[in-house]
């Protein structure tokens, strides 16, 4: 561990204290709980970014194009588009 020295707004900090002690943990713990959060979504973020980066739309419909043709299981299905003409 190591020790990091930081300032906040105190309306931070008094939220911080309220939420710690609502989840019974310290304020230390939270903090560095919703930082590893949200370092895991950018990073998450970026991540996707990158696989994006490197799709192919083409490999993407080929792929669909090698799957069976069956219609979805019951619930699994997409809701009909307003204005088709497929409303029930």
Not at 18 to 28: C, T, Y
Not at 66 to 72: A, F, H, L, R
């Amino acid at each position: 561990m190591s020790t990091l020295s930081l300032r906040l707004p105190r309306s931070l900090h008094e939220r911080a204290r309220a939420l710690a002690e609502q989840e019974g943990v310290s304020i230390n713990q939270l903090i560095a709980t919703a930082l590893a959060e949200k370092i895991s979504a950018l990073d998450t973020i970026g991540y996707l970014k990158e696989r994006a980066a490197r799709g192919s739309r083409e490999a993407f419909l080929r792929a669909l194009e090698e799957g069976p043709d069956v219609e979805p299981i019951p619930g699994d299905d997409l809701p009909p588009e307003p204005g088709r003409g497929d409303e029930g």
